[in-house]
């Protein structure tokens, strides 16, 4: 699984009204106080958390979720993901895989991205994508420190119209999939981004609206499996670099 590290600050000036993500987005749709709130060790049984749900301090963390989730429902997020030029990507090349550097197709006219790779599907879901640490915590302030939602976030959105695809690789003998993005690019802009690798950033934007269940198989179990996953219909693709302030891609999908 391909996990996002978030960077210190963001410029403002290329997430606009969008806000960073910050808590886990799937736990706030369920109204998952025990989840959201990190409690899972103080109240582990069945009988601890019925319990729990008769107090106050229980209603007073669903209220306050209900209030989240009509907010998360309402705004846009968004998701960092930087020195995404700097990675490196298995490309297949006369019968064996390859490791290399992600550069500049003059065939493709573009570039492709590694959005992430997966290593536990046999026939994996589409369109998903992983947060790491958020730069800040400043969208649901409040809570206190020893279980602060904010502190490490991971969740899983399935983005169905982010034009990806996935490939097949192998890594050491391993039979893995990476999922690849591609961005159409003049050369002129795409020399810039390669001698400037460490300052470019890829931001995806995202309204959640719901949820969807997909099927997928995993490597160890050939059975069929079900995932019920939160959902955006919006999508939104921006590729800057942040040090010069210069915007390489911007497109909306609705």
Request: proline fraction near 4%; charged fraction near 30%; aromatic fraction near 14%.
């Amino acid at each position: 699984m391909f996990i996002v590290e978030a960077k210190a600050q963001d410029n403002k000036k290329f997430t606009d009204n969008a806000q960073e993500v910050c808590g886990n987005l799937v736990f706030i749709n369920d109204l998952n106080v025990i989840n959201y709130y990190n409690l899972q060790d103080t109240y582990n049984t069945e009988l601890k958390i019925s319990v729990y749900k008769k107090t106050s301090d229980y209603q007073e963390k669903l209220e306050a979720l209900r209030k989240l989730k009509q907010e998360m429902l309402s705004n846009i997020y968004y998701i960092r993901i930087d020195k995404i030029f700097t990675k490196q990507y298995q490309k297949y090349v006369d019968g064996s895989y390859n490791l290399e550097t992600v550069n500049y197709d003059l065939t493709q006219k573009g570039f492709n991205l590694i959005l992430q790779e997966y290593d536990e599907f046999k026939e994996p879901p589409k369109k998903l994508v992983w947060t790491g640490r958020p730069s800040s915590h400043k969208l649901f302030p409040g809570k206190d420190s020893e279980s602060n939602p904010c502190d490490e976030v991971s969740f899983q959105i399935l983005l169905k119209k982010l034009p990806s695809k996935i490939v097949p690789y192998k890594m050491m003998g391993q039979f893995s999939f990476q999922e690849l993005l591609f961005i159409p690019m003049d050369e002129s802009n795409a020399l810039e981004i390669e001698n400037n690798r460490e300052n470019v950033v890829l931001f995806i934007f995202f309204k959640p609206n719901g949820k969807e269940i997909i099927t997928y198989k995993e490597i160890l179990e050939p059975s069929i499996k079900q995932s019920n996953y939160l959902k955006s219909d919006y999508l939104r693709i921006l590729i800057v670099n942040e040090n010069q302030e210069k915007i390489y891609y911007d497109k909306t999908f609705n």
